[in-house]
């Protein structure tokens, strides 16, 4: 079995600082590693994802994330926050044999953009 | 581009009634999930379809939940005798074969009253 912690339930930023939303993940097993966003009363859109290679992956929208076996972390960055990243980003481990059991998400990191 | 499409968007129902909802995974599409999203928290995985045969289900997946998906297309969720307990976003997912990645559908927000 998988689990997610994310660190911050809620982060407000200023508009063009940059972010860090922070995950954690436990699993015995190898995992691959999802960042979702989701905008208020719609469904999850793929930000970006690792799976093998190189630790640091580059998603839309200007963000990217960097993958730490060590300390089993997949914290998610942007340089610089534009007023329409306002949303919730979720943070998500699926395992590596087949995906049965679906993706086990974290609770959330509410990403509030300043002016 | 028609992604994974939901209906309805949004149902409000008295409790001890039955639902149901559908879902419409995009074309080519083999797996299907379902997901539910209560307020504050993350998806949480319900069931599992590949191709006709769901394979999985979550012990979220009380008896009053049942999940098909005839012919491996579309899929349909059903709640009976709805509590209000079970007031959530109820959110779809499909892959296609060999990725690893979910493409989610818009949700169809259920509050029982």
């Known amino acids: 079995a998988q689990s997610v912690t994310q660190l911050d339930s809620q982060v407000p930023v200023f508009e063009e600082a940059p972010v860090e939303l922070r995950c954690n993940y436990s699993?015995?097993?190898?995992?691959?590693l999802f960042w979702y966003v989701q905008y208020p009363n719609q469904g999850l859109q793929l930000l970006l994802k690792y799976l093998s290679g190189s630790t640091l992956v580059k998603g839309i929208n200007g963000f990217e994330a960097e993958f730490n076996k060590s300390q089993t972390s997949f914290h998610l960055r942007k340089p610089s926050v534009h007023i329409s990243d306002t949303a919730e980003y979720f943070c998500a481990v699926s395992d590596q044999r087949g995906g049965a059991d679906g993706l086990t998400f974290g609770k959330g990191t509410h990403l509030i953009i300043q002016p | 581009d028609t992604g994974v499409s939901q209906d309805p968007r949004h149902k409000i129902t008295k409790r001890g009634q039955n639902v149901t909802f559908r879902c419409d995974p995009i074309?080519?599409?083999?797996?299907l999930y379902w997901y539910r999203q209560t307020l504050g928290q993350g998806p949480e995985f319900l069931t599992y379809?590949?191709?006709?045969?769901?394979?999985?289900k979550s012990r979220l997946l009380s008896d009053r939940f049942s999940a098909e998906r005839p012919k491996g297309s579309f899929s349909t969720l059903e709640i009976q005798r709805t509590e209000q307990g079970d007031s959530a976003m109820y959110l779809c997912?499909?892959?296609?074969?060999?990725?690893?990645?979910?493409?989610f559908g818009q949700g169809t927000r259920l509050t029982v009253v």
């Open positions: 699993s015995s097993v190898s995992v691959y």
């Open positions: 379809f590949q191709n006709e045969a769901q394979l999985e």
């Open positions: 074309s080519e599409h083999n797996r």
């Open positions: 997912a499909s892959s296609p074969p060999a990725a690893v990645e979910a493409f």
